[in-house]
């Protein structure tokens, strides 16, 4: 297996230790100042990055078929949803990882699916509870905090949307998740034409070895 890691250019400076077998990583300037920085437009940031990591992908794809070793899969995070559409452009299958539980998936797969207006209207009623298919009663302070209607969520909450209608385009839609079956077994199936596979618990690196100063978490 080869696996070819794509990251912004800035990322990759930082990569101090070696590149094992079968790992490739294929860097593309992120941002017009190749990273972001405190005080820069986080809507242009991603507006370039989306121009150059898009571009990136798609060259590894063609560059790696005409090499005769075709990627057989895009594997994408929830914050670059518009890797989807590329991958299948170049009619190439594509999985999202998503690093949350399962359940605040399904919370925002039904958000845009039908109970945006009662939780936009009704969060703030501490008495006020929602009930979602396959979920357990949730109150408002339940709820991940990008649901509240504030001006700063805007831009993230456009960004999950279209997560989640590149996943609707999708025959088959399917996600990685970091849970486990028996952490999260009603959640994993709440969302019926969604196929959600646990392949958790992913954990900080500061677990594994606790060599790097600079992870705390």
């Known amino acids: 297996v080869q696996v070819t890691f794509t990251t912004g250019l800035s990322a990759q400076r930082r990569m101090t230790a070696g590149t094992p077998e079968g790992l490739k990583v294929v860097a593309f300037p992120a941002g ?23 571009k990136k992908i798609r060259d590894v794809i063609t560059t790696s078929s005409d090499e005769g070793r075709s990627v057989t899969c895009v594997v994408y995070p929830l914050l670059l949803p518009w890797a989807a559409a590329v991958a299948r452009d170049c009619n190439v299958p594509s999985i999202l990882l998503w690093i949350q539980p399962a359940a605040v998936l399904d919370i925002y797969y039904y958000y845009f699916n039908g109970y945006e207006e009662d939780i936009v209207k009704n969060h703030n009623d501490p008495s006020w509870f929602l009930e979602l298919p396959g979920l357990p009663r949730f109150y ?16 993230w909450m456009k960004i999950f949307k279209e997560l989640v209608d590149e996943i609707d385009e999708e025959s088959n839609p399917k996600a990685l998740v970091n849970t486990c079956d028996a952490l999260e077994p009603e959640a994993l199936k709440a969302v019926q034409k969604y196929n959600l596979i646990g392949i958790g618990p992913l954990i900080p690196s500061a677990f594994l070895d606790g060599k790097d100063p600079s992870d705390t978490s």
């Open 32 to 54: 017009p100042n190749d990273g972001f920085k405190p005080g820069d437009d986080i809507q242009q940031y991603f507006s370039q990055m989306k121009i150059s990591c898009s």
């Open 140 to 155: 408002g302070r339940d709820l991940p905090s990008l649901l509240i209607p504030l001006s700063l969520h805007a831009f």
